[in-house]
């Protein structure tokens, strides 16, 4: 991640073989191969959203928030990994900016080698030992839309929010409240600071939520962070809908500005 110097929202759309939803297949770094955790990328011509599940996930079965959550199940999702920002390509290499991320800023800026080979993808790390191997999910290449909740004088949102379409596919992204301290890993943050079980909460409250916009139940989650979220409507009231050129309103009543917009409607 680069902690200074983003590129604007509107930078330079990535080339068109980066678009839609890209699966994880293996991951191999230190000498160990992952093919267990759950990971997802969804790209747009600027924008990126990302969401890690790592294996072995406690039942959550019962669960209505993290208040519900006994240490364990709060010790789990500590080890989750997201993100959410602006994609800058050159060449071979992708360097992902961090606009939002559920672990601390480490400091370390995200950069790989990639390796196009129709829908599938080799990522290498650039200043990281590692190697990954992606997916495209069939049918994500088509119509795409980044939206940001409003932070217009008269609709402040609570935490940053952002909307992403990529085809069917879509990632909604609900920041925390406030921005961490530095640290190698929320683990490590969680080890120096000693948290309370109420700042612990606060800190785990952040979504990042996958589903699909299309079938029998639209903008239904499917994956994420909040693993009692998993089933739910992300707008039960209804998608937001284009009220002007930079513009939109949910069924909720509440605004959003339009990033990018490469569709009739959501």
């Given at each position: 991640m680069s902690p200074s110097d983003p590129p604007a929202a509107d930078s330079t759309a990535v080339p068109a073989c980066y678009l839609g939803v890209w699966q994880r297949r293996a991951l191999e770094q230190d000498g160990r191969l992952d093919t267990r955790s759950q990971v997802w990328w969804l790209q747009t011509a600027c924008w990126h959203a990302d969401l890690r599940i790592p294996p072995d996930r406690p039942d959550f079965s019962g669960i209505g928030g993290l208040q519900d959550c006994d240490d364990d199940r709060l010790t789990w999702l500590v080890t989750q990994q997201g993100f959410c920002g602006v994609t800058e390509v050159s060449g071979a290499r992708c360097q992902w900016h961090r606009r939002v991320d559920f672990q601390p800023d480490s400091r370390r800026r995200d950069i790989g080698q990639m390796a196009?080979?129709?829908?599938?993808?080799?990522?290498?790390?650039?200043?990281?030992?590692?190697?990954?191997?992606?997916?495209?999910?069939?049918?994500?290449?088509?119509?795409?839309?980044?939206?940001?909740?409003?932070?217009?004088?008269?609709?402040?949102?609570?935490?940053?929010?952002?909307?992403?379409?990529?085809?069917?596919?879509?990632?909604?992204?609900?920041?925390?409240?406030?921005?961490?301290?530095?640290?190698?890993?929320?683990?490590?943050?969680?080890?120096?600071?000693?948290?309370?079980?109420?700042?612990?909460?606060?800190?785990?409250?952040?979504?990042?939520?996958?589903?699909?916009?299309?079938?029998?139940?639209?903008?239904?989650?499917?994956?994420?962070?909040?693993?009692?979220?998993?089933?739910?409507?992300?707008?039960?009231?209804?998608?937001?809908?284009?009220?002007?050129?930079?513009?939109?309103?949910?069924?909720?009543?509440?605004?959003?500005?339009?990033?990018?917009?490469?569709?009739?409607?959501?």
């Open positions: 196009f080979n129709g829908d599938r993808l080799i990522e290498v790390g650039a200043e990281a030992d590692y190697l990954e191997v992606w997916q495209r999910l069939p049918g994500s290449q088509g119509d795409s839309a980044v939206l940001a909740l409003s932070d217009a004088a008269d609709w402040t949102p609570a935490r940053p929010t952002w909307l992403l379409v990529a085809g069917p596919w879509f990632a909604y992204v609900r920041a925390r409240a406030g921005v961490l301290p530095a640290a190698v890993s929320l683990a490590e943050l969680i080890a120096a600071r000693r948290p309370s079980r109420a700042q612990l909460i606060d800190w785990l409250d952040f979504e990042i939520s996958l589903g699909r916009r299309d079938g029998a139940r639209p903008w239904r989650i499917e994956h994420s962070t909040l693993p009692f979220r998993e089933g739910q409507l992300v707008f039960p009231a209804g998608p937001p809908q284009r009220a002007g050129p930079d513009s939109a309103v949910d069924g909720d009543g509440a605004h959003w500005d339009i990033l990018e917009w490469n569709l009739d409607r959501l």
